[in-house]
């Protein structure tokens, strides 16, 4: 089936003129549909990776309805405060056929996600994704199916890295010895946050768990928040782990997958502007909760890490690759930045 035709599946308004591959996701297809009357996301869900749609779907549409809701409560436009699903013909919140699972959303106009971006858009995101976990702090999170197990336990993602050097399916695992070693002498941070949480020193809330710069809308004129989008992994989780992974992506001067690690520096004045831009937006956050704010970004950058040397032992299977170490180059940023997190903070582990 030619992708026009599936999207042409959706309740959109106007004929389709055009549907094109777009942004710069590494786990769905996405595409820009374009009609003669207004634009769309249409994605390709990596139903490899998120193997029950129905689920991730009634989630994606439980927390969206819940934040236009409180939106309007308040008295707020709520045109463009989250991602809106368009249904099929049939009604149904996705469209599956032989060759997958597509879903599509209102086009949010005006506004765009950044690769990377200046201490004040910067800021702004910290806004964004402090104010998601404060609209949320009042959603029922049992009603959420836990999308993706152990997202973001360090502890499970240590075993799996102990399994794929065991298993080495790609042969590589003498090349990166070293990288290997780096991650070994550093088992015991894997613990800290999940340990917080099992002995209810912080709370499990609803979390979005993949934070990320270009998963934030800001509007292209004011710069202000306008909504967090990539809802796949909203689950219960900690908000050290949401506020860690913005860190991560974000205070790195150089880009995730830069391949000269002289441009990856980790910027502490990045890291300030998130943090109050992230706390004034989240008036209800905990006091212990903020302490471990600064661990929340060790464990993201080094789990993250972790995550790119398992795939590239496993032989890149999960994070989309365009060249032979493009995971292995992910991982050596990923460890720069944790190595200048160690200097900077002064983490008791
Ligand atoms: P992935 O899970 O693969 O990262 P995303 O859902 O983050 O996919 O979408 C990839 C990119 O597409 C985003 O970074 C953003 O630029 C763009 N995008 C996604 N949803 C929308 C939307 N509703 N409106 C406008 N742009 C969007
Ligand atoms: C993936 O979907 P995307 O590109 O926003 C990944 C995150 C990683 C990130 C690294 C579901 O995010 O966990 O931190 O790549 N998402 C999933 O760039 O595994
Ligand atoms: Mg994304």
Do not use: W
């Amino acid at each position: 089936m030619e992708i026009i035709d599936i999207a042409k599946q959706f309740q959109l308004n106007g004929s389709v003129l055009l549907v094109e591959p777009y942004g710069e996701g590494h786990i769905n297809r996405t595409y820009l549909v374009t009609t003669d009357k207004q634009r769309y996301i249409m994605q390709k869900i990596n139903t490899a990776l998120f193997t029950n749609v129905e689920g991730l779907m009634n989630n994606i549409s439980a927390v969206t309805e819940f934040i236009k809701n409180k939106t309007e409560s308040e008295g707020k436009d709520s045109s463009r405060c989250t991602l809106i699903v368009i249904p099929t013909k049939d009604n149904k919140k996705y469209y599956t056929n032989d060759d997958g699972s597509y879903r599509t959303y209102e086009f949010i106009e005006g506004a765009q996600a950044y690769q990377s971006a200046t201490p004040e858009l910067f800021r702004q995101s910290g806004v964004a994704f402090g104010k998601f976990a404060n609209d949320l702090s009042e959603f029922d999170a049992s009603v959420l199916f836990e999308v993706l197990p152990s997202f973001h336990d360090t502890t499970v993602r240590y075993k799996n890295f102990l399994k794929a050097i065991e298993n080495n399916k790609s042969g590589r695992a003498d090349k990166v010895k070293a990288e290997i070693e780096f991650v070994k002498s550093r088992e015991k941070y894997c613990g800290i946050l999940v340990n917080a949480i099992k002995n209810g020193e912080i709370p499990l809330r609803v979390t979005h768990n993949d934070t990320k710069l270009n998963n934030v809308m800001l509007d292209n004129i004011t710069g202000e928040p306008v909504a967090v989008i990539d809802l796949d992994t909203v689950m219960p989780g900690s908000v050290c782990y949401d506020f860690g992974d913005s860190i991560r992506f974000g205070c790195n001067t150089g880009k995730e997958d830069d391949e000269n690690l002289d441009n990856v520096t980790f910027s502490k004045a990045l890291y300030d502007s998130y943090y109050e831009g992230y706390v004034s937006a989240f008036p209800s956050i905990t006091d212990r909760e903020k302490e471990l704010l600064p661990y929340g970004a060790l464990l993201m950058t080094f789990e993250c890490g972790m995550r790119f040397l398992t795939d590239y032992l496993d032989g890149d299977t999960y994070f989309r690759t365009t060249r032979e170490n493009h995971n292995l180059d992910r991982c050596h940023t990923q460890f720069k930045l944790v190595e200048e997190m160690e200097k900077i903070f002064d983490f008791k582990a």
